[in-house]
């Protein structure tokens, strides 16, 4: 296996699984003192463009997730799906993701486009860190409904 497919593998294992981390946290699942994933993925200069054109720094972006816990406790439960994430480009050490991110909450489907950029580091719990993110809503989109 070429590093560069290694580090695309493991970028796409680590959208799902910080997917996975925020769909638990915001339900409120996992105790307080679980809150590390996001402090272990997001590399220091992490820069987030929020899909109303904000843009966030890493703290501000620790200090909102970490805030956001349980805020999720509806019914029927908070849920993410990623979709089709596809590798845009990579390097030996750095690659970019594009994906869909669809949330329900309160019972109501919101998507999103999202294109992520990550820099290997074997630290790091899947071997990447997130570097760039940049969010847009997707308005003519087919919301989850069961298959994935």
Excluded: N
């Excluded at 590390?36 to 620790?62: C, H, I, Q, W, Y």
């Excluded at 970019?96 to 909450?105: D, F, I, L």
């Amino acid at each position: 296996m070429t590093t560069q497919t290694t580090l695309t593998a493991d970028a796409t294992r680590e959208i799902r699984t910080l997917h996975d981390f925020f769909e638990a946290w915001f339900r409120g699942e996992p105790a307080r003192e679980a809150f590390g994933r996001p402090v272990e993925t997001l590399a220091p200069s992490f820069r987030m463009v929020r899909p109303d054109g904000t843009e966030l720094g890493r703290k501000a972006v620790v200090d909102g997730i970490r805030a956001g816990y349980a805020s999720e406790t509806g019914d029927p439960p908070f849920e993410i799906v990623i979709r089709d994430p596809r590798v845009r480009w990579a390097s030996d050490d750095r690659c970019q993701v594009r994906y869909e991110e669809w949330q329900r909450s309160a019972g109501e489907w919101r998507g999103r486009r999202s294109t992520a950029s990550f820099a290997r580091d074997e630290s790091a719990p899947a071997g990447v860190v997130w570097v760039d993110l940049h969010e847009t809503w997707i308005e003519d989109g087919e919301p989850p409904r069961g298959e994935e």
